[in-house]
């Protein structure tokens, strides 16, 4: 399968497929040209994962996380993949924060505005809108001075510079580092929210 294939039968953007080969979570080989070329096998293993989680986690968590009382967190964030590991993350280590997805940059900062989320985790890599762009729109409005950000990112520190306009005083977490990097992270954060 090509990347576009896949990305449109997951429902990600094409750069996230690619990253998802480039790390491994996909099984594919490359064209003599260069293209990824993706084990169908392989797509529809990691679809099952998803739903599996998904299954897990939502019908006995979602009621408790809507009537969460310490704390509103908003995750921008394309892939289904991450955005499963977040919740997971959070009903493990924060089972009282409210927690809202958005799958690309234009929905979250509707959901944004809405929610006015004590903190916002935004990946740099976003269909629609980039990251990027959606973190300069934030800090530019008076109205999300309270919210606390943390950049989401698969890039490695060489490949940010084109971001860092955006990223300036910025906490960036690395995605092959989230499990042990956004849980302090965000409790430090999420505790400075509530501090007037």
Avoid: C
């Avoid at 009621?63 to 509103?72: H, R, V």
């Avoid at 006015?116 to 269909?127: G, M, N």
């Avoid at 084109?162 to 990097?181: E, Q």
């Amino acid at each position: 399968m090509t990347t576009r294939s896949v990305a449109r039968q997951l429902g990600l953007a094409v750069r996230s497929v690619q990253l998802m080969v480039d790390r491994g979570e996909l099984v594919a080989w490359r064209t003599p040209g260069g293209h990824r070329r993706i084990e169908r096998q392989s797509v529809q293993k990691w679809q099952t994962r998803g739903s599996d989680v998904r299954a897990d986690f939502l019908p006995t968590h979602g009621a408790a996380l809507e009537s969460a009382k310490n704390g509103t967190v908003l995750l921008i964030e394309d892939s289904v993949h991450f955005q499963n590991l977040v919740k997971l993350l959070l009903n493990q280590e924060f089972p009282d924060v409210a927690l809202h997805v958005a799958g690309d940059g234009i929905v979250g900062l509707a959901m944004a505005g809405q929610l006015q989320p004590d903190v916002l985790i935004i990946d740099i890599l976003l269909p629609s809108i980039d990251g990027a762009t959606l973190i300069t729109t934030l800090r530019s409005h008076p109205q999300f001075k309270s919210s606390q950000l943390i950049v989401l990112t698969s890039l490695d520190t060489s490949q940010l510079g084109p971001y860092r306009f955006a990223l300036s005083d910025l906490p960036v977490v690395h995605k092959p580092h989230m499990v042990t990097d956004l849980p302090p992270l965000l409790a430090t954060l999420l505790k400075a929210s509530k501090t007037p």
